[in-house]
């Protein structure tokens, strides 16, 4: 991306969401998006979809990154409404033209080249602007693209696509797609939009390569075999590493104890006969759940204060 691009980004957003003369975000409309793209190990695709979203006046790019394992990226971008929305549909366009999910191999779920792209209330905003953003985003991917679209937790239209993994099932759900008229297309499959609150990624390695080890420790703790509140998790195997990994999304930090996560996993390794050697986060983590749990947060071996969304906003913008 040229520096006057990247200069021009921020004087929209500066203009958008700092109060004149304060270095502080106030209480504008600014939402968030965090799309997940298949492909994490070229990193000239990657990159290209990046620059395409970092292109579009307003928005901020935040981060990226890719994980050659999962073969999937992240990418964190905030901004209004119409930039977000307008980074999003650019991102997938460049997704669907770069990707090829016939040949696509990773250990991770998906269903797309953009697979998941999922909007996020910030300051000032609401989740009726995330999902009007990522309905208007879906409609935009279809137009667009010719990529159908599935929208899922509180943008779904119908109680049976709330969750992600219902709709992520063979066949997606067995129902035609909320936007377009093809189950999926022939090389870019479908993307599935949400609208959604705080997600925190967060991995833990194990010792261990077995990944049925891991898999035993996922179902221990998420939240749909019993364990605990707003948990989902996965076992795999990380051949980059030769290790297991227990792979997690915290839906909710403000109502699971975090510290407990770890301490479960760290004990049902023990009794398994290995260990739980650090922690990852991927993407980024609100402030507020890095005061209620620090210890946890520093465990990840990637973490640094930068990984703090406002931080990485305000050391952006300087």
Not at 182 to 201: C, D, K, M, N, Q
Request: proline share 5%; aromatic share 8%; hydrophobic share 45%.
């Amino acid at each position: 991306m040229p520096a006057w691009e990247i200069t021009r980004s921020k004087v929209f957003f500066r203009k958008a969401f700092l109060r004149p003369g304060v270095g502080t975000l106030y209480r504008k409309t600014v939402i968030e998006c965090v799309p997940n793209f298949s492909e994490g190990r070229d990193a000239t695709v990657v990159r290209a979809i990046a620059d395409a979203i970092a292109a579009v006046p307003g928005v901020l790019l935040l981060g990226s990154e890719s994980d050659s394992d999962h073969n999937r990226s992240v990418m964190t971008f905030a901004g209004t409404p119409e930039a977000v929305v307008e980074g999003a549909v650019r991102g997938a366009g460049k997704a669907v033209e770069l990707i090829d999910l016939s040949r696509h191999q990773g250990v991770h779920p998906r269903v797309g080249a953009a697979d998941v792209i999922p909007f996020v209330p910030l300051d000032g905003s609401t989740m009726d602007d995330a999902v009007a953003a990522a309905h208007c985003a879906g409609e935009e991917i279809w137009q667009r693209c010719g990529v159908p679209v599935y929208f899922y937790e509180h943008a779904a239209r119908s109680a049976g696509r709330r969750r992600l993994e219902k709709v992520r099932r063979r066949e997606f759900d067995g129902a035609p797609p909320d936007v377009g008229t093809v189950a999926a297309h022939p090389t870019a499959g479908a993307s599935v939009v949400g609208a959604r609150g705080f997600l925190i990624a967060y991995n833990v390695l194990l010792a261990t390569p077995d990944a049925a080890v891991a898999q035993a420790i996922a179902r221990k703790i998420r939240a749909s075999s019993g364990g605990f509140p707003h948990v989902k998790a996965m076992g795999i195997y990380l051949a980059s590493r030769d290790r297991a990994q227990v792979s997690m999304n915290l839906t909710n930090f403000a109502e699971t104890p975090l510290e407990g996560v770890y301490d479960a996993i760290s004990k049902a390794a023990r009794e398994l006969g290995t260990e739980a050697v650090a922690g990852e986060i991927i993407g980024f983590i609100p402030r507020r759940a890095y005061r209620m749990a620090p210890e946890f947060f520093r465990r990840a071996e990637n973490f640094e204060e930068s990984r703090i969304l406002e931080t990485r906003i305000a050391e952006l913008l300087r």
